[in-house]
């Protein structure tokens, strides 16, 4: 398995492109805008997509996702139904923070413990309520490596101010199920740089065992 991300929307929002080595087929996570430079990005690669995957249904994160979805041929597996609110909302946030957004159908939506096939990669959902209710975080075993949205930074935890929002239900997401993965799992944040469990367990002033003790 290999990864890559493309910064997109004016909220440098971290696209995934996940592929897998053996077949060079892939998938794009949370394609929320900026098409033309996420196709330059996929072109560059060599990768053949497959699918779109979706953390949760805020504006940078799947504003265009059904537009691509519907230029290539491709499904869309996520987020979790409880983000229903905020896509069929993606037409009124665009405006608002001029993003371009339009409303999708997910093929499939996705519950806590299902899986997702990229090829011949095999990825576990967590769903991971907090910062949307129906958000999910991507999981590899395999690699020790996630895609874990806006629900965890480097340094930082997603914002639990908007609508439908829970601070206790993120921070019991985070600990109670991220943290059993391993503390050398690496991830890929919704926007920012990568970080590994273990060292946002140390560090991070919202959800490292010192500042939860």
Same mark, same amino acid.
């Given at each position: 398995?290999?990864?890559?991300?493309?910064?997109?929307?004016?909220?440098?929002?971290?696209?995934?492109?996940?592929?897998?080595?053996?077949?060079?087929?892939?998938?794009?996570?949370?394609?929320?805008?900026?098409?033309?430079?996420?196709?330059?990005?996929?072109?560059?690669?060599?990768?053949?997509?497959?699918?779109?995957?979706?953390?949760?249904?805020?504006?940078?994160?799947?504003?265009?996702?059904?537009?691509?979805?519907?230029?290539?041929?491709?499904?869309?597996?996520?987020?979790?139904?409880?983000?229903?609110?905020?896509?069929?909302?993606?037409?009124?946030?665009?405006?608002?923070?001029?993003?371009?957004?339009?409303?999708?159908?997910?093929?499939?939506? #996705?519950? !806590?413990?299902? +899986?997702?096939?990229?090829?011949? *990669?095999?990825?576990? /959902?967590?769903?991971? @309520? $907090? %910062?949307? =209710?129906?958000?999910?975080?991507?999981?590899?075993?395999?690699?020790?490596?996630?895609?874990?949205?806006?629900?965890?930074?480097?340094?930082?935890?997603?914002?639990?101010?908007?609508?439908?929002?829970?601070?206790?239900? #993120?921070? !019991?997401?985070? +600990?109670?199920?991220?943290?059993? *993965?391993?503390?050398? /799992?690496?991830?890929? @944040? $919704? %926007?920012? =740089?990568?970080?590994?469990?273990?060292?946002?367990?140390?560090?991070?002033?919202?959800?490292?065992?010192?500042?939860?003790?």
């Amino acid at each position: 398995m290999k990864a890559g991300i493309v910064p997109v929307t004016p909220l440098q929002q971290n696209c995934s492109l996940i592929w897998c080595t053996s077949t060079n087929k892939g998938a794009l996570i949370d394609p929320g805008g900026d098409l033309d430079k996420l196709m330059a990005a996929v072109a560059n690669s060599g990768v053949e997509l497959e699918k779109i995957l979706i953390t949760h249904g805020h504006i940078d994160h799947c504003g265009e996702a059904g537009v691509l979805a519907k230029e290539l041929g491709l499904p869309i597996e996520g987020p979790h139904e409880a983000d229903r609110f905020w896509i069929s909302r993606l037409d009124e946030d665009g405006c608002k923070y001029g993003i371009r957004g339009q409303v999708f159908e997910p093929d499939r939506w #996705l519950s !806590d413990g299902d +899986t997702v096939t990229v090829s011949e *990669l095999e990825l576990e /959902v967590i769903h991971c @309520p $907090g %910062h949307t =209710p129906g958000h999910v975080v991507f999981f590899h075993r395999p690699s020790k490596f996630a895609v874990v949205g806006d629900v965890l930074f480097q340094g930082s935890i997603g914002r639990t101010d908007f609508p439908m929002g829970n601070h206790q239900d #993120l921070i !019991d997401a985070i +600990t109670q199920k991220l943290w059993p *993965l391993g503390e050398d /799992v690496t991830f890929i @944040p $919704g %926007h920012g =740089p990568t970080s590994t469990f273990g060292q946002e367990r140390k560090t991070n002033a919202f959800v490292s065992d010192y500042a939860l003790s």
